[in-house]
């Protein structure tokens, strides 16, 4: 009896004993998943130069895809799923927005090539007002500057002060400094060089006395 219930025992547990699945199962959904983000990413792909290469490329993967469903192999399969993200990465970097963007159609009006008359006031204002606008286009452009370029700012606060002292008298000397200095490209910090060096002298050596 007892060695009857063992034996039932068993053949309960082997029946309840889940299926070992199939490793090559979940290697190739890994390999549709990656084929179905390439497949999706050239739908939005439009290099005109580039897609009818990348097209005829991805119809040699999806061979090699088609391949792997009906005879698997782990080697093959790895080198094909290198290929196609390989191509996947690709595309994604040629998508994504350049680092340096397009030049914009703002039109930028150098207030230095400006020659107001001291003696008309109508041209005096319209160039103050123009280097107001120089002044806070600049402030905005030195605020991104990196930090390997002079302090920035200072030139600004020199051009509100030259703005400042223009209103209150206006010559073409004056005007003609403060533009310049406003507009003069921006200058790379100057870094002292390091002293050289100088080992420190040998200490006495010590006397023996006798």
Same mark, same amino acid.
């Given at each position: 009896?007892?060695?009857?219930?063992?034996?039932w025992t068993?053949?309960?547990?082997?029946? =309840?004993? !889940? @299926?070992?699945?199939?490793p090559?199962i $979940?290697? #190739?959904?890994?390999?549709?998943?990656?084929?179905?983000?390439?497949?999706?990413?050239?739908?939005?792909?439009?290099?005109?130069?580039?897609?009818?290469?990348?097209?005829?490329?991805?119809?040699?993967?999806?061979?090699?895809?088609?391949?792997q469903?009906?005879?698997?192999?782990?080697?093959?399969?790895d080198?094909?799923?290198?290929?196609?993200?390989?191509?996947?990465q690709?595309?994604?970097?040629?998508?994504?927005?350049?680092?340096?963007?397009?030049?914009?159609?703002?039109?930028?009006l150098?207030v230095?090539?400006?020659?107001?008359?001291? =003696?008309? !006031? @109508?041209?005096?204002?319209?160039?103050l $007002?123009a #280097?107001?606008?120089?002044i806070?286009?600049?402030e905005?452009?030195?605020?991104?500057?990196p930090?390997?370029?002079?302090?920035?700012?200072?030139?600004?606060?020199?051009?509100?002060?030259?703005?400042?002292?223009?209103?209150?008298?206006?010559?073409k000397?004056?005007?003609?400094?403060?533009?310049?200095?406003?507009?003069?490209p921006?200058?790379?910090?100057?870094?002292?060089?390091p002293?050289r060096?100088?080992p420190?002298?040998?200490?006495?050596?010590a006397?023996?006395?006798p």
């Amino acid at each position: 009896m007892a060695l009857f219930l063992a034996a039932w025992t068993g053949r309960s547990a082997g029946a =309840a004993a !889940p @299926a070992v699945e199939d490793p090559s199962i $979940a290697e #190739l959904k890994v390999l549709d998943a990656d084929f179905e983000r390439f497949t999706k990413m050239l739908q939005v792909y439009d290099d005109p130069y580039y897609l009818p290469r990348i097209k005829v490329y991805y119809s040699a993967l999806k061979l090699r895809v088609e391949a792997q469903h009906k005879n698997f192999d782990q080697l093959k399969l790895d080198d094909v799923r290198y290929d196609i993200n390989q191509q996947v990465q690709r595309m994604a970097r040629a998508m994504k927005p350049l680092l340096t963007p397009l030049p914009t159609g703002e039109i930028k009006l150098e207030v230095s090539k400006l020659n107001p008359s001291p =003696a008309n !006031p @109508a041209e005096v204002k319209a160039a103050l $007002a123009a #280097l107001d606008a120089a002044i806070v286009r600049e402030e905005a452009r030195a605020k991104a500057l990196p930090t390997i370029h002079e302090d920035p700012l200072a030139k600004i606060a020199r051009a509100k002060q030259g703005r400042a002292e223009l209103a209150q008298q206006f010559t073409k000397e004056k005007w003609v400094a403060v533009t310049k200095d406003l507009e003069a490209p921006p200058r790379v910090a100057w870094v002292p060089k390091p002293p050289r060096y100088v080992p420190p002298p040998a200490p006495p050596s010590a006397s023996t006395s006798p």
